[in-house]
């Protein structure tokens, strides 16, 4: 039986006798080549219809700029004025009704709204598929988020952000005063040109003033990054007002608490709301849990006006904040106001401080003028000697007042040393004891962010910490420090291999074994290495590590799958357990009877303790254990913890042969897993091959799209998005899709191959063939790709590399009969009839139903003229098919030739109770029939096959003779002369 998951079968190649009229006849270029995801597929002969970029009236359009998960942006030019604009358009699949109306009404809305910060709108029409499309301003720049992440620190150019703020508040406000709030407010959805330009964006969730008293439950949406996804509320949770998180209706102070998140995000560098889950995001949000924003806020060192401000948009209560975004607008602007007044007095003072110090030594320079004058007065009128015993003593007070002056300097600068030290030592005291508070609450959340696996939120707190590491009241903090950036990148290493190994790359999941050696080098770098380091030691390493479960987790599976030496004992060490050891054990001697006896006391045993849901994770994806002891073991571990990514992984992973009821437990327990991790592409990928399985086309398709956006990076989920979508019949989207995965992933053979079929299917051949080339230059082993670059070969006419391609298939999988029928009809038509039979025979040795094998060998043996042969192939063809109308046909003509003509009739019967409209079998039940003496009978099946196929010559032929025998047995016998 085939050992590559990526054969499929082919049908047979029909090979009629010379002499007998035939229909369309299906060569083996026309065989399908084999690759498989999410289901069988060929080297198409169709073009697909769809295109990767879509024809829009009145305008050139030039690529693609963005995508997201239910439209895409396109730049284009406008035939009419020569402009370059942006088109906005639905992707394929998703114009449905609500999608449409939203389109519509953010269409119309935006073009209501004239204003310098709102992107003008050109034109609203329509696709040749009815789908709409919007055309605008094109607007080069970026968005406000990247913006705001490029800085180093919040107070980075503080006026340009403020600056911009106050655009986004004016467009707002005229918005507002049109009656139109906006409900999705954010930094995403601001562009900033590249001269400074400001742009508010998606007004897709917009509404009048005057229909917001209706509850926000028409079409919900949570956040997803900066997405906005269908969910339960409308708008983003990380900048949603609290009565907008609880559904409530909203008003434009519901758009001022945006700008509030906004202006806090500007001011602090961190956004308003964050959680582990969107839920827990918007849960915050409708309770308006604010105490860390204000501690941020009022850390932050901004201007008061700036943070009074902010706080005043985030008030709970709406009635306290500003009424509108021309409100927020006008407090920005007199806060700017002041701020170049103040700047104003400055200069001045600073003018006039320097005028007074010049006027000051003019006086001087004239005061001590005068002072020499009057001493020369007195000089001249006093006695010599008085005038030396005054100089005397006033020598003598002068170095007296020196001294004394001297000794009071020396005195006050002692003071005033010792009050600076003091201040100084109790502001650094006072700045240590903040630095160890703030320290302290960063490295509890670091470790508490370690301890639930999340690396994004271990991150953002050890830059924090960074920033900090190095002022006064840090040195307490070093070791924990420390062991939080080695945790954090071994959490970062561990998820990286759990990526891979939870990635689905042939429709399935990679086996656990694979990422064995990517566990030994990240446990070498981080310090445990079975059989090296010590067991005592491994246990001082993990002692208080807050990410010991996950460490122990990957150990688990490590040891199940690889068996280290040295590692059960490290285990045993450190997570000591008589149930999990004695597992341990008979895993470790690949005793999978026991392990299975083992578990199936673990699931049923009423006083069994219950295990650590990490070991039922790792244990519940051994394939050598059954299903049915695994699902157990993981759903009990699912009830005690609903929420833990690798048990719901586990469930929903994918199974050899599933019955519709397990697709549809799949695809509930995906879900689940998806609601753990909205914001990662490897659930939504699982899903998406469950969906496909239980023939939900689009909502797979949906699913891809959304794993592709969330993880771009990935070449697989673009791989996978693109075997959905060749599967349903779009090539042009598929290959567009394989084309970024070979960027991402250029020496992947998978993808090579995937994209070889797809440019064949395509009729791009030379394309398929320098991408098969490249498969199987990467993998010269991947038979597959062997047997698919044949088939691109047998298309191009080259028959000689194409058998060439086949043998290397066979080479690699000898026993997989489909690469061996393909090599026979290959050979068949170099008229290598030998070889032919060799490989058919080859074939059914390898799989004895193999239905269209038996067919095509019968049709070998009837032309080597092996009659009994070419009947029997031609029998079992029939049985393993009874509706095999070909085979009778082939039967009928051999058992006629061998004389067996009520046979062959019976045969010609059946056909022609599948197939009435088989001319050619008409033509030979015809002959058979005439072989009766059935002249009638003959004549009547001639005229339907003629009827049939008015070009069918050998019906034609027969008909004639038939009639014509006909006629001279019907003819009076000529009369006898007259006897003279």
């Given at each position: 039986m085939p050992n590559d998951p990526d054969v499929t079968r082919v049908p047979a190649t029909d090979r009629l006798p010379v002499d007998e009229p035939s229909p369309t006849v299906v060569r083996p270029a026309d065989l399908p080549a084999t690759d498989a995801l999410l289901g069988n597929s060929t080297l198409r002969s169709g073009r697909s219809t769809a295109s990767s970029l879509p024809t829009v009236p009145g305008y050139e359009v030039l690529r693609e700029i963005a995508r997201g998960g239910m439209g895409r942006?396109?730049?284009?030019?406008?035939?009419?004025?020569?402009?370059?604009?942006?088109?906005?358009?639905?992707?394929?699949?998703?114009?449905?009704?609500?999608?449409?109306?939203?389109?519509?009404?953010?269409?119309?809305?935006?073009?209501?709204?004239?204003?310098?910060?709102?992107?003008?709108?050109?034109?609203?029409?329509?696709?040749?598929?009815?789908?709409?499309?919007?055309?605008?301003?094109?607007?080069?720049?970026?968005?406000?988020?990247?913006?705001?992440?490029?800085?180093?620190?919040?107070?980075?150019?503080?006026?340009?952000?403020?600056?911009?703020?106050?655009?986004?508040?004016?467009a707002v406000g005229f918005a507002h005063s049109q009656g139109v709030i906006h409900r999705d407010l954010k930094p995403s959805n601001i562009m900033v040109g590249a001269f400074g330009e400001v742009q508010v964006m998606d007004w897709g969730l917009a509404k009048s003033v005057a229909a917001t008293d209706e509850r926000e439950t028409d079409a919900p949406a949570t956040e997803s990054g900066d997405e906005t996804q269908a969910g339960q509320v409308m708008g983003t949770p990380a900048y949603m007002a609290p009565e907008q998180a609880r559904g409530e209706s909203v008003d434009c102070r519901a758009d001022v608490f945006a700008l509030g998140a906004i202006l806090s995000e500007i001011l602090t560098g961190a956004r308003l709301f964050v959680g582990k889950t969107s839920a827990e995001v918007v849960a915050c949000t409708a309770a308006n849990d604010i105490g860390d924003v204000l501690d941020r806020l009022n850390a932050c060192g901004a201007?008061?006006?700036?943070?009074?401000?902010?706080?005043?948009?985030?008030?709970?209560?709406?009635?306290?904040?500003?009424?509108?975004?021309?409100?927020?607008?006008?407090?920005?602007?007199?806060?700017?106001?002041?701020?170049?007044?103040?700047?104003?007095?400055?200069e001045r003072q600073r003018a006039a401080d320097t005028a007074k110090a010049i006027e000051l030594r003019k006086r001087r320079r004239v005061q001590v003028a005068l002072?020499?004058?009057?001493?020369?007065?007195?000089?001249?009128?006093?006695?010599?000697?008085?005038?030396?015993?005054?100089?005397?003593?006033?020598?003598?007070?002068?170095?007296?007042?020196?001294?004394?002056?001297?000794?009071?300097?020396?005195?006050?600068?002692e003071r005033e040393k010792q009050e600076a030290a003091l201040r100084q030592q109790a502001k650094d005291n006072e700045a240590a004891a903040e630095n160890r508070q703030a320290l302290t609450e960063l490295v509890k959340r670091c470790e508490e962010a370690l301890a639930a696996s999340d690396e994004l939120a271990a991150g953002a707190a050890l830059a924090e910490i960074d920033r900090r590491a190095n002022a006064p009241g840090a040195e307490d903090f070093r070791p924990r420090i420390e062991r939080c950036r080695k945790d954090r990148a071994m959490l970062v290493t561990l998820n990286r291999i759990d990526d891979q190994r939870w990635t689905p790359t042939r429709g399935s999941l990679p086996p656990p074994s694979a990422a064995v050696p990517h566990w030994g080098r990240a446990f070498n770098d981080y310090g445990i290495v079975p059989g090296t380091t010590a067991p005592t030691d491994v246990v001082r390493l993990l002692d208080g590590?807050?990410?010991?479960?996950?460490?122990?987790?990957?150990?688990?599976?490590?040891?199940?799958?690889?068996?280290?030496?040295?590692l059960a004992e490290t285990l045993h060490a450190v997570d000591p357990d008589p149930t999990r050891d004695a597992i341990r054990n008979e895993a470790r001697q690949k005793a999978w009877a026991r392990v299975s006896q083992k578990i199936k006391e673990l699931v049923g045993g009423a006083g069994t303790p219950e295990q650590p849901t990490r070991f039922v994770a790792a244990v519940g994806i051994v394939p050598e254990i059954s299903w049915d002891q695994r699902r157990t073991l993981l759903e009990q571990a699912a009830a005690r913890t609903p929420n833990d990514f690798a048990v719901l992984m586990g469930l929903g992973g994918t199974r050899a042969n599933p019955s519709p009821a397990a697709i549809s437990e799949r695809v509930r327990w995906c879900q689940a897993a998806v609601s753990v991790r909205s914001q990662s592409f490897i659930p939504r990928m699982s899903l998406g091959i469950a969906l496909w399985e239980q023939g939900k086309q689009s909502d797979s398709i949906r699913c891809f799209r959304d794993a592709a956006r969330l993880g771009p990076e990935n070449a697989w989920c673009h791989y996978n998005l693109a075997k959905a979508l060749r599967d349903s019949g779009d090539v042009r989207g598929a290959i567009v899709e394989l084309r970024e995965a070979v960027r991402l992933a250029p020496r992947e053979a998978l993808i090579r191959e995937l994209l070889g079929t797809s440019l064949g299917a395509d009729r791009d051949l030379p394309g398929a063939i320098t991408e098969l080339r490249e498969a199987v230059r990467l993998a010269p082993d991947y038979a597959g790709a062997h047997h698919n670059l044949g088939m691109a070969l047998l298309l191009s006419k080259d028959l000689d590399g194409a058998i060439t391609e086949f043998r290397e298939a066979v080479r690699f999988q000898p026993d997989e009969p489909n690469f061996l029928y393909t090599l026979a009809n290959a050979l068949w038509d170099k008229r290598d009839l030998d070889g032919a039979e060799e490989y058919l025979r080859k074939a059914i040795a390898s799989d004895k139903d193999f239905t269209s094998a038996h067919y095509s060998l019968g049709l070998l043996l009837k032309e080597r003229g092996d009659a009994p042969g070419a009947i029997a192939e031609y029998r079992e063809a029939i049985r393993l098919d009874p509706k095999h109308a070909r085979a009778y046909y082939g039967l009928g003509i051999v058992l006629r030739?061998?004389?067996?003509?009520?046979?062959?009739?019976?045969?010609?019967?059946?056909?022609?109770?599948?197939?009435?409209?088989?001319?050619?079998?008409?033509?030979?039940?015809?002959?058979?029939?005439?072989?009766?003496?059935?002249?009638?009978?003959?004549?009547?099946?001639?005229?339907?096959?003629?009827?049939?196929?008015?070009?069918?010559?050998?019906?034609?032929a027969n008909l004639a003779d038939r009639l014509k025998e006909k006629a001279e047995h019907v003819a009076p016998p000529p009369r006898e002369a007259k006897k003279q």
């Open positions: 942006v396109l730049a284009a030019r406008d035939l009419a004025l020569g402009r370059e604009v942006a088109i906005k358009v639905l992707l394929p699949g998703t114009a449905i009704h609500d999608t449409v109306s939203r389109f519509v009404t953010e269409s119309k809305i935006t073009a209501r709204l004239p204003h310098p910060n709102v992107p003008p709108v050109y034109a609203l029409g329509t696709l040749t598929d009815d789908s709409p499309f919007l055309a605008m301003k094109l607007i080069a720049g970026t968005t406000f988020t990247n913006a705001l992440k490029s800085r180093t620190a919040p107070t980075d150019d503080l006026p340009r952000f403020v600056r911009t703020f106050e655009q986004v508040c004016l201007d008061a006006e700036l943070v009074t401000l902010a706080k005043h948009c985030l008030a709970l209560n709406a009635a306290d904040r500003p009424t509108d975004g021309k409100a927020v607008a006008d407090a920005v602007a007199a806060y700017r106001a002041g701020v170049e007044e103040r700047l104003r007095t400055s002072a020499g004058a009057l001493v020369l007065l007195l000089f001249s009128a006093a006695a010599f000697t008085v005038w030396e015993m005054q100089q005397a003593a006033e020598r003598r007070l002068e170095a007296s007042r020196q001294a004394a002056e001297h000794k009071a300097d020396i005195e006050r600068a590590s807050p990410i010991r479960e996950r460490v122990l987790a990957s150990l688990e599976l490590w040891h199940l799958f690889g068996a280290p030496p040295g030739a061998s004389g067996d003509v009520p046979g062959a009739i019976a045969a010609y019967r059946k056909l022609l109770e599948l197939n009435p409209n088989h001319s050619a079998g008409h033509n030979g039940l015809g002959n058979a029939l005439a072989d009766t003496g059935d002249l009638d009978g003959a004549i009547a099946e001639f005229r339907e096959a003629l009827r049939l196929n008015p070009n069918n010559g050998p019906a034609k």
